[in-house]
């Protein structure tokens, strides 16, 4: 059974940055990050699998990375020129080796204020 532990998120002005972490026991492949906008459904930002092979979602490609620390089975979110339409809850995601089961942290809310 997979945990997954989430740090960050906050209240900040548009232009500015901000990191998420995840850190996930057990044996993961892939992890990522989805957010959930107020009225809307949750969606990919960006993901990161056992090879190093990322996708990011096109609104945020260029100012978010993902990177991924394998010996501690952490990932991070860098979200740089943050926007308000970046505001969201933010819910890390790990899919588990020979399963394949997706996990879900608990969400963190990140705004972004005009």
């Known amino acids: 059974h997979v945990q997954l532990g989430v740090l960050g998120g906050g209240l900040l002005q548009a232009g500015g940055s901000l990191r998420l972490c995840c850190a996930a026991?057990?044996?993961?492949?892939?992890m990522g990050w989805y957010r959930q906008g107020p009225g809307k459904q949750r969606e990919l930002v960006a993901s990161m699998g056992s090879g190093g092979i990322t996708t990011y979602a096109d609104s945020v490609n260029g100012r978010f990375t993902i990177s991924r620390d394998y010996a501690r089975n952490t990932v991070y979110l860098e979200m740089n020129s943050l926007k308000p339409e970046d505001t969201a809850v933010y819910y890390c995601n790990a899919v588990s080796y020979g399963r394949y089961i997706n996990y879900w942290g608990q969400g963190t809310q990140v705004t972004v204020s005009s």
């Open positions: 026991s057990g044996s993961i492949f892939t």
